[in-house]
């Protein structure tokens, strides 16, 4: 399997594709510290887990390497993580849960879509 990334900015499509599991990273001020040290995090998550879906909400609400603008649930003096979509395909169905609010927010309102 793969999976596909479209990217656009404003002047021209482009179009990635990976192997799963699949982390996509954005970032206004710092896209490419942001894609090394998220994804060198992925990485150490991925190295410890037999099923990466098994932890990988807690991942996501997560501050490693450290609370701020480079971890996975990131917070900025001017900006934070506002939202968390984690979409799992499987033999089963394709699952889409969308968090409305920072993923380490216990107050921040989770919904499920299930395809099968």
């Known amino acids: 399997p793969r999976v596909g990334r479209f990217r656009w900015d404003g002047l021209a499509l482009a179009r990635d594709t990976f192997r799963p599991p699949c982390l996509f990273v954005s970032s206004l001020l710092h896209q490419v510290e942001a894609e090394r040290a998220r994804g060198a995090a992925w990485s150490r998550f ?27 649930c990131m917070h900025r003096e001017d900006a934070v993580t506002v939202s968390r979509t984690i979409v799992t395909v499987d033999e089963t169905g394709i699952r889409m849960t969308y968090t409305a609010g920072s993923p380490c927010d216990p107050a921040a309102v989770v919904t499920t879509h299930a395809l099968r």
């Open 46 to 72: 991925l190295g410890r887990s037999a099923r990466p879906t098994a932890g990988l909400a807690d991942w996501l609400a997560g501050h490693e390497p450290e609370r701020g603008g480079l971890s996975p």
